[in-house]
């Protein structure tokens, strides 16, 4: 049986460019109430701060020191499009940096997922795409043709990125979706960050928590519990 350096696929469809419209208004943190095993890990830090894009993946998956693959992703990417890269557990050499920054300004790629090292940082920031990575080295990736994958499913901060899903990205986190449940969490997370905004208006108008949560109920249910347990 053969091996195959490489498994290479073409993009999955993208989504709905209104449907990415308003799940960029989404908030992650708002998600992060009512789901938890969504979200990569926190230590993919974005380098721009203030940013929220909303996407749709391209994955790739390049091994240790080689960038071959990402070569070939980078002319294959559409507008509007993250590009999610798998490092496959490297942490010595950056894969991404000020001249693939360029490349992906030019392609106009929505932002860039690196699961490992990046190098030029203020290059990256100069051309304004943003950009999620865990670390900053002076080492980078050659062409060097190991092998790798394009657009198959792919393992970024933890959690499995599939071709075609949907990425939410901001200042406090990166979350993953399958297509089918962008517009129920949208829903969900926008209903809920409007009635946070009308809480905020009546604390200013001089309401106390208690008045918007009944929190004496919630204590006092918990004492009653407490005291049943140990009667």
Not at 31 to 41: E, I, K
Not at 166 to 174: H, N, Q, S, T
Not at 186 to 202: F, H, T, Y
Request: contains cysteine; proline residues 6%; glycine residues 10%.
């Amino acid at each position: 049986m053969s091996i195959k350096s490489y498994r290479i696929a073409d993009p999955a469809p993208q989504l709905d460019a209104g449907l990415l419209a308003r799940f960029a208004r989404v908030e992650a943190a708002t998600v992060g109430h009512y789901l938890h095993d969504r979200f990569m890990r926190n230590d993919l830090r974005p380098l721009i701060d203030g940013v929220r894009v909303a996407g749709t993946a391209q994955t790739v998956s390049i091994p240790g020191p080689d960038s071959t693959l990402l070569y070939h992703a980078m002319d294959r990417v559409r507008p509007g499009d993250i590009l999610v890269i798998d490092r496959a557990g490297d942490e010595r050499h950056a894969a991404w940096g000020g001249f693939m920054a360029a490349v992906a300004k030019e392609r106009g790629l929505a932002a860039v997922i690196v699961d490992g090292m990046i190098t030029d940082p203020a290059a990256i920031i100069e051309a304004g795409v943003p950009t999620w990575a865990r670390g900053v080295s002076p080492i980078t990736t050659k062409l060097l043709n190991l092998g790798g994958g394009y657009n198959i499913p792919v393992s970024c901060g933890g959690v499995t990125v599939n071709p075609g899903d949907a990425i939410l990205a901001d200042d406090c986190g990166i979350l993953v979706l399958p297509p089918a449940e962008v517009a129920g969490v949208s829903d969900i997370a926008l209903a809920d960050q409007e009635d946070e905004g009308s809480w905020v208006a009546r604390i200013r108008d001089g309401a106390k928590l208690q008045d918007l949560v009944d929190i004496a109920a919630m204590i006092a249910e918990r004492h009653n519990k407490d005291g049943a347990a140990h009667g």
